[in-house]
């Protein structure tokens, strides 16, 4: 599976040229594309990325690959990222490593986001991965509810769980917030559900990547098969 990871960000990579402003994305797919990139950054090629992590950030300096920040810059020419889900219209599920929320500002700075995965990633339909749902501690109570209520008005519906650490203690992201994941077996409309869990104000960010990606790299046991978004960024 790592070797089939490696083999979708070595893909990637050459969609990668002389001088672009990078988003590098976190997790284990993502984390061979940094160490892919700092072996060509050695040899030569001029690049600076973002990372979307405290991790993906301590593996691009050891690699070599140097940073900057969206406060530096204002737009990015590509991001490379993972994923726990990717459907047929290139909609995702992300965060399983807890990074969503710079995940998504990242992408959403992008002109184009490759999204890089071994081909069991790929569904027909998003949910059987439980959704990641970052939210304030505070009056998380409440904040639950809504999310109920949010699934319930989109006819999806599963146990939800605050996100516990290796150590047995609440996750917490790199922005401080916690992480509720929800067992939805099935969404059918991920565009709609997107859009009423940004409307609760406790959440901070959900995620469904939704129209974010331009193309994906599935590395298979037949090989690598690319799909692109039917219609660019944008339109
Ligand atoms: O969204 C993510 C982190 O927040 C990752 O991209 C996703 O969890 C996939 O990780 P991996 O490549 O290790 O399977």
Redesign the pocket.
């Known amino acids: 599976m790592d070797q089939l990871?490696r083999q979708a960000a070595a893909r990637a990579l050459e969609e990668v040229q002389d001088g672009m402003q990078l988003g590098l994305?976190?997790?284990?797919?993502?984390k061979h594309f940094v160490e892919l990139l700092g072996e060509r950054v050695r040899a030569g090629l001029k690049v600076i990325g973002v990372p979307t992590s405290e991790v993906t950030r301590a593996d691009a300096e050891r690699c070599g690959v140097p940073l900057t920040t969206l406060d530096e810059i204002d737009r990015l020419d590509l991001t490379v990222?993972?994923?726990?889900e990717i459907d047929p219209a290139l909609n995702l599920i992300?965060?399983?490593?807890?990074?969503?929320l710079r995940?998504k500002i990242v992408a959403a700075a992008s002109d184009r986001m490759i999204v890089i995965a071994d081909d069991t990633k790929w569904v027909a339909t998003l949910g059987r991965f439980p959704l990641p749902v970052e939210v304030i501690p505070f009056g998380l109570g409440a904040t639950r509810r809504a999310i109920e209520k949010a699934f319930a008005s989109c006819g999806v519906s599963g146990q939800m769980a605050v996100r516990k650490a290796k150590d047995g203690h609440v996750f917490v992201t790199d922005g401080g917030h916690w992480i509720v994941d929800a067992q939805l077996g099935r969404i059918e409309d991920p565009a709609r559900l997107a859009e009423a869990l940004s409307a609760i104000p406790g959440v901070v960010e959900h995620g469904l990547f939704i129209g974010l990606v331009s193309s994906a790299v599935l590395a298979g046991g037949d090989g690598i098969r690319v799909v692109e978004r039917r219609k660019p960024k944008g339109d």
Do not use: H, P
């Not at 994305?25 to 993502?30: E, L, W």
């Open positions: 990871k994305g976190t997790g284990s797919t993502a990222d993972g994923a726990d992300k965060g399983g490593g807890g990074a969503l995940e």
